[in-house]
């Protein structure tokens, strides 16, 4: 019985990532996402002229040997996409050479890259400013005034708030992002969340001078939903609002339903948000103005722990916004299945 033929054309088409087959330094086959990748027909084409990376060559002179390799791969296609380029030999002793694209995995390491060097900002800031201030009381004991005493210590205790509150929003986006696989299932009355939220943010409402208005729709269905997540969702909004609202403005609290969600948005009347910042305010530690937000207390966390929360709840989350008007956060939630 005659041996097989492999289409080799076809199996390269198969492959989800750009794929080419190479022999005696010129490539024999390529399927289409290696011709889009790399440009143009391949076929016949030398691998020099087709590959300028100098790794990427360096790793090709090898793939006669018996060893499958991986070489990491950056600016191959003239873009700042990172690739891993595969080489194996075949049995004919052709050489295949597949191109994964690694980008996303490159930015997820990126993105846990920063974010760490991030917390550790956010935590050494108030800390350095706390062993300053805890070093001079205890070695100037005798030389401080009362009254310097008092605000050195309160210094001290306002920073030692600031690291806890950092510290405690960090536990709370972990399990928030642990829990993300599981849907909520608890079917939830959000009027009695909005109306806890609103008393709670009373006390700092009146300090800016700043009305809390009430709009929420009557029979407003349940939502399935956590229900200390939801409530750490309208804290985070309402107290955002409040910070970044002028002072003696209103805040705004609207609940209603919109087909299968309901539909909860918190609006300021501050000074917005640049269209080219919008994308990013959901960010970790991502912030608009940092000399600002850390004057009013925030973390820079808020916004990152509503957007997971949202997406816990399988609920979309909008953000508009208008420099000078203000911003609203929009929210939709499913309503719970009875």
């Known amino acids: 019985m005659p041996a097989a033929t492999i289409d080799t054309p076809a199996l390269l088409e198969g492959l989800s990532e750009a794929a080419l087959i190479a022999s005696e330094w010129r490539v024999l086959s390529a399927n289409a996402a290696a011709q889009t990748l790399l440009g143009g027909e391949l076929e016949g084409a030398p691998l020099d002229a087709v590959i300028s990376h100098p790794a990427a060559l360096e ?10 390799e991986e070489v990491e791969l950056t600016g191959l296609d003239g873009t700042r996409r990172a690739w891993l380029m595969r080489t194996a030999r075949l049995a004919d002793g052709t050489c295949l050479v597949r191109f994964v694209d690694r980008s996303e995995a490159r930015a997820a390491e990126q993105m846990r890259v920063d974010f760490v060097a991030n917390a550790s900002h956010e935590l050494r800031t108030p800390l350095s400013t706390l062993i300053g201030y805890a070093e001079t009381l205890r070695e100037q004991a005798d030389e401080i005034d009362p009254n310097t005493r008092e605000r050195f210590l309160a210094i001290v205790h306002d920073e030692a708030r600031r690291m806890q509150r950092v ?10 992002e642990a829990e993300k696989f599981t849907a909520p299932t608890d079917a939830v009355a959000l009027e009695p969340l909005i109306d806890h939220t609103i008393e709670s943010a009373t006390r700092i409402a009146d300090e800016r001078g700043s009305a809390l208005v009430r709009e929420v729709a009557d029979g407003l269905p349940r939502i399935g939903a956590d229900r200390s997540q939801i409530l750490q969702l309208l804290d985070n909004l309402v107290e955002n609002a409040l910070r970044y609202g002028e002072p003696g403005t209103p805040v705004t609290v609207s ?34 103005d940092t000399g600002r937000s850390r004057s009013l207390g925030g973390t820079g966390l808020g916004l990152a722990i509503v957007k997971h929360i949202v997406e816990r709840h399988r609920g979309r989350l909008n953000i508009e916004s208008e420099l000078g008007k203000g911003t609203c956060v929009h929210v939709f939630l499913p309503v719970a299945v009875s």
């Open 167 to 176: 510290v405690e929003d960090l536990i709370s986006l972990s399990r928030i």
């Open 59 to 68: 790793a090709l002179e090898r793939c006669g040997s018996d060893d499958d």
């Open 255 to 288: 609940a209603y339903v919109e087909g299968t969600m309901v539909h909860l948005s918190v609006r300021d009347e501050g000074e917005g948000i640049a269209p080219d910042h919008i994308a990013r305010v959901t960010e970790r530690f991502y912030r608009v």
